[in-house]
């Protein structure tokens, strides 16, 4: 855990801390990526929480002709959105 981290937050929020040095080029160190899933205690998933993120119109095609298979059916009723974004990016 690094230790410069520790001296400016509260214990309780250690969890918070990642690994990462750059200093050797052959041996990066670089747990960022894993900042946003870190909390402490249970986790509660739910899907009417959850929205969908898909990269292109084509993407979204698909994704809504499987979601009307038989064992997809309901998600488009249970998820809260779905995000295109080629839609946002151009």
């Not at 946003?36 to 994704?63: H, I, N």
Request: charged share 35%; net charge negative.
């Amino acid at each position: 855990m690094p230790e410069e981290g520790k001296k400016y937050i509260a214990d309780s929020e250690l969890y918070r801390l990642v690994s990462f040095d750059m200093t050797n080029t052959s041996s990066i160190i670089d747990w960022s990526h894993e900042r946003e899933w870190r909390m402490p205690g249970d986790f509660e998933f739910r899907v009417d929480w959850s929205a969908v993120l898909l990269e292109t119109k084509e993407d979204y095609r698909e994704f809504i002709k499987k979601s009307q298979s038989k064992e997809n059916k309901g998600i488009l009723e249970d998820i809260c959105g779905i995000i295109v974004l080629d839609a946002l990016l151009m």
